[in-house]
């Protein structure tokens, strides 16, 4: 039973530029809620996908935008990347019932310098 | 802003004690509590999650809701070197899709 795996494991970028982070979902498992989480700190929601839609998004910017595909797989995109920006990423599955419970992948740790 | 508050830490206690983790939240709405285990340098696993008052037992673990008091804890029975690790509260309230983290609990169990 394959569990959440994400892409690119690391990633190092320059402010400005756009990162694109890839996440399949555990077999099963059709919602995907995207998190960021700098040191130190527990995961912030940065928005929820489901039957390709976003859901619910958190407090973030414009600049974080997502993507479900068919195969329930999905993306995120960072524009513009400030320095802020760098944490570990990590994409969450869940089924679409009532016990939302959500396994996290490894996560994609990214660096702006 | 609805929130989970947790103690940093960290919490140290000896090898076969009992750890006790407690987490509080803001908002009443709240119905559904996960009990999230991170190592470091690695990501969230779910160690329990709980929806009703009272007491659910897993293990080592027990995970206690009182929700008139907006209070969960986490209960490790004989705790091991190998728990030693951050542990996330986390709450979602029904009809709701965001999950709210706490900042985390860092547990050192000494052998």
């Known amino acids: 039973d394959a569990g959440v795996t994400q892409s690119p494991t690391h990633l190092i970028k320059t402010r400005g530029q756009q990162v694109t982070l890839r996440c399949s979902p555990k077999?099963?498992?059709?919602?995907v809620s995207w998190y960021q989480q700098a040191l130190g700190q527990g995961p912030q929601f940065i928005f929820q996908?489901?039957?390709?839609?976003?859901?619910q998004r958190g407090n973030f910017p414009d600049r974080f935008s997502g993507h479900q595909f068919p195969n329930y797989s999905s993306e995120l995109n960072v524009n513009a990347l400030l320095l802020g920006d760098s944490a570990l990423y990590l994409c969450?599955?869940?089924?679409?019932?009532?016990?939302?419970?959500?396994?996290f992948g490894p996560g994609t740790r990214l660096t702006v310098t | 802003q609805k929130e989970v508050e947790q103690n940093s830490g960290p919490l140290s206690v000896p090898e076969g004690a009992i750890a006790s983790l407690n987490c509080t939240y803001s908002d009443r709405g709240s119905q559904s509590f996960f009990w999230y285990r991170q190592y470091s340098g690695k990501s969230p696993e779910l160690i329990m999650s709980i929806y009703s008052n009272g007491d659910k037992e897993d293990g080592r673990f027990t995970a206690q809701l009182n929700k008139a008091s907006q209070y969960v804890s986490l209960l490790i029975r004989d705790s091991q070197p190998s728990d030693s690790a951050t542990y996330l509260c986390?709450?979602?309230?029904?009809?709701?899709?965001?999950?709210?983290f706490g900042a985390g609990t860092r547990l050192f169990v000494k052998a």
């Open positions: 986390a709450a979602r309230n029904t009809g709701g899709f965001k999950t709210i």
């Open positions: 969450a599955s869940s089924s679409g019932g009532v016990t939302y419970e959500q396994y």
């Open positions: 996908y489901y039957e390709e839609e976003e859901r």
């Open positions: 077999s099963g498992h059709d919602t």
